[in-house]
Structures are given as structure tokens and as C-alpha cells.
């Protein structure tokens, strides 16, 4: 039963040894976004057909929840500690706007919610993760040993990040506290 899925679990394997584990979450993000939206407007047309049992599309919402759930939960994750309770604010409200408004063409205001749901919440919250993401200083806080910094770090030059940086590292965070 499970043979089909050998080379399958042996290429997941190669890539998760190709690409590390910091690079990982980015990757997982970027599959778990697709999947749910992919589900989710998969799942419009197919809610509509007579010819499809009901009992068919429980996999594909299941696929669903589950993919959406994961890249609710890796964006989070990636959002910067002391914006997390706005980032979810935002996410849910402009998301219940967009299907607010959206849904008024649909035939039923219920139908187009589930309709519509679950195709605008992993867009909405992908691009407000954009916005309050954790990011890494664009200039270097230490001195270089390569390029001879060393007399502009004692001067106070050179070792300050970048002050239109928002995004702190955990650790930066955990210092300033």
C-alpha cells in the first residue's frame, strides 16, 4: 500500500537534505499557500455540479482545511512577536470584507461565503505577512575583517542596521526585553 509512496518520501527526503532547515518554512509556506488556494477554487466549480456526490469532495476539503491551516500557522510563525495580534486583526478583518463584498454576487450571501472563504483568507494573509514579517538588518552590525572596517567600527561608523528596518531577529527582540 505504501510503495506507491517510496520515491515519493525518497524525493522529499533528497530535497528537505538539498535545501536545510532555514530554508525550509519558506519553501513549506510557498506550498501549503498554493495547495489551499488550489483546493479551494478547485473545490467552486465542483461544490455546483449536480453529477459530483457530496461525499466526493470531503478529501478535498479536508486537503483544504489542512493546507490552509498549515500556512496560517507557518505565517504566524514568521510575523514579528510584538505585531502577531495585529497581523491576525488585519487578516481577519479585511478578509471578512473581501468576502462581504465579493459574496453579494453570488446567488446566496452563505454560498458565497463558502465559496469565497476559503480562497481570500490565504491571499489576504500572505499579503499582510509582507507587511508585518520578521526580516533581517540589510547592513552588517559587526565589522568586517574582509574589507578593513575595523577603524569605521571605532569610529561608529558602518555598525548600525538599517533605521527603515521594522523587522527584528528573535534574539534582538529577547535583548531589548
Do not use: K, W
Not at 499579503?127 to 533581517?136: K, P
Amino acid at each position: 500500500m505504501l510503495l506507491p509512496l517510496l520515491p515519493t518520501f525518497f524525493v522529499f527526503a533528497f530535497v528537505l537534505h538539498l535545501v536545510g532547515a532555514a530554508d525550509l518554512f519558506a519553501y513549506l509556506r510557498i506550498g501549503t499557500g498554493f495547495t489551499s488556494v488550489a483546493t479551494a477554487i478547485s473545490l467552486i466549480p465542483l461544490r455546483r455540479d449536480e453529477r459530483v456526490e457530496n461525499a466526493l469532495l470531503v478529501p478535498i476539503y479536508t486537503l483544504s482545511l489542512a493546507s490552509t491551516l498549515g500556512f496560517l500557522f507557518l505565517q504566524y510563525s514568521n510575523i514579528i512577536v510584538r505585531l502577531r495580534d495585529r497581523y491576525v486583526f488585519c487578516t481577519f478583518l479585511l478578509s471578512v470584507h473581501f468576502v462581504a463584498v465579493l459574496s453579494q454576487q453570488s446567488n446566496t450571501t452563505l454560498e458565497g461565503i463558502i465559496d469565497l472563504g476559503p480562497v481570500i483568507l490565504p491571499l489576504v494573509a500572505a499579503a499582510f505577512s509582507l507587511v508585518f514579517r520578521r526580516r533581517e538588518p540589510t547592513t552588517p552590525t559587526t565589522p568586517s575583517r574582509e574589507t578593513n572596517d575595523v577603524r569605521n567600527a571605532e569610529e561608529g561608523q558602518g555598525i548600525m542596521p538599517d533605521e527603515a528596518d521594522i523587522g527584528l531577529s528573535p534574539m534582538e527582540f529577547l535583548a531589548l526585553g
